[in-house]
């Protein structure tokens, strides 16, 4: 943990100049009860322009589900992934997407190849989560279970961390990046609940939270030690 930041829901890993973020969901809000329209889609370009100009990666990887699940693409959400990677590479930044299992129609709307799963000179995997990757690696970070934890009451986004998680190497499972996913409440949650198969266990699991308010990361000991104490 002490070579990646966290920050609004997103990892950067300086060693590499990659920042990650998985689960945007984007067209979720096409498809939502909700009468007003949400402005997810503007929100989610502001956040990744905000964290482009804090970190300045020269990679940008989405971790799967950049989409939602549709039969067919919304011309909004068409032109929402159009704005989302050409501001990328107008800011430098080689935009990379990672198929999701949400992800059935992304190659209608992404103009560059798609990947199952990438590897970084670091020896970081990155891939969904909802199955195991062919490559291997030295850490892996994932997405697709949208880890939450409530702490006094606030139910917060979070990242999760596990030293030896994978194939006896780290594990990192990211949060959802956008925020219209309520996320998967750590707390009360069973052992094996999780859904992705690189996660064995969820009582190994290291929650880590942003606290947008202090400008820091929040670092709690392994959720079998610390779920007593919630």
């Known amino acids: 943990m002490d070579d990646i ?48 100009a804090t970190f ?30 050409q501001q990328c590479v107008d800011d430098g930044v080689d935009p990379v997407a990672i198929e999701g299992n ?39 970070l994932i997405g697709h279970d949208h880890p939450a934890i409530t702490i006094e009451g606030v139910k917060r986004p979070c990242l999760c961390v596990d030293p030896t998680g994978y194939h006896e190497s780290e594990l990192v499972v990211l949060p959802a990046f956008t925020r219209l996913a309520g996320g998967v409440e750590l707390n009360r949650l069973r052992g094996d609940a999780l859904l992705s198969p690189l996660v064995s266990s969820a009582e190994t699991l290291q929650p880590v939270v942003w606290d947008a308010d202090a400008e820091q990361t929040l670092q709690f000991p392994p959720l079998g030690e610390f779920r007593r104490l919630l």
């Open 5 to 52: 930041a966290f920050r609004d829901r997103a990892v950067y890993l300086p060693a590499t100049e990659t920042l990650v973020v998985a689960d945007l969901h984007i067209g979720r809000e096409a498809v939502s009860n909700v009468a007003v329209p949400l402005g997810e889609s503007t929100a989610l370009l502001d956040r990744l322009a905000d964290l482009r």
């Open 56 to 85: 300045k990666p020269t990679r940008i990887v989405f971790a799967g589900d950049l989409l939602h699940s549709f039969s067919t693409i919304p011309k909004r959400v068409e032109q929402t992934v159009g704005e989302l990677y």
């Open 102 to 140: 949400h992800d059935r129609l992304l190659d209608a709307v992404w103009p560059a190849p798609i990947e199952s799963a990438v590897k970084l000179a670091d020896g970081t995997v990155i891939c969904h989560g909802h199955e195991e990757p062919d490559l291997q690696g030295s850490r892996y």
